[in-house]
């Protein structure tokens, strides 16, 4: 990436749902295929993220998503959950396209995360990580992020160890 191309965060909008749909798939490849199946990881991307189902998660009030964009391709999503009944603020989802994964766009999407958290009167953030996730993990412990409770997380037929972490902000 070169100084002309400019990284733009912005709300998803529903044009971004195919091209977020194809970025899920490569992203959870490159990070999941090596634990879950890739039937399974198939199965819940289309169950859980289809198109139609990516735009109404756009028009969620409880939900924020972003979009990267460098020379107008969407190279990373950012999806944020505010869960009322819990009082809890999570940073639901980072994906970043493996070619763009070493220019910080991760970094600015977790700097965003803090920043909407600390907007909406929360003083700390929850994640939520698979254990074999290792790369994954690693950065979120590097950024703060104390790892309390383990949950399983089912994609499909696969159930995999899943850590609740949170990270105390202000």
Known sequence: MDKSQEIVIR???NE???YIFELLNETWDAAYSAFIPKKDLIEYLNNTYNIS???LLFSNKDYECYSV???SK???WLKLFEDVEKKRFYLSSIYVLPDFQKFKIGKKLISLSYERAVTKS???IWIGV???NLKALDWYKREGFIFTEELPFNMNETSVPHLIGQKILI
């Open 69 to 71: 964009l460098i020379n």
């Open 16 to 18: 971004d749902a195919p």
């Open 130 to 132: 698979m254990v074999q």
């Open 11 to 13: 709300h998803s909008i």
């Open 74 to 76: 969407i190279v990373a």
């Open 53 to 55: 189902k990516l735009e």
């Open 122 to 124: 929360y003083d700390s």
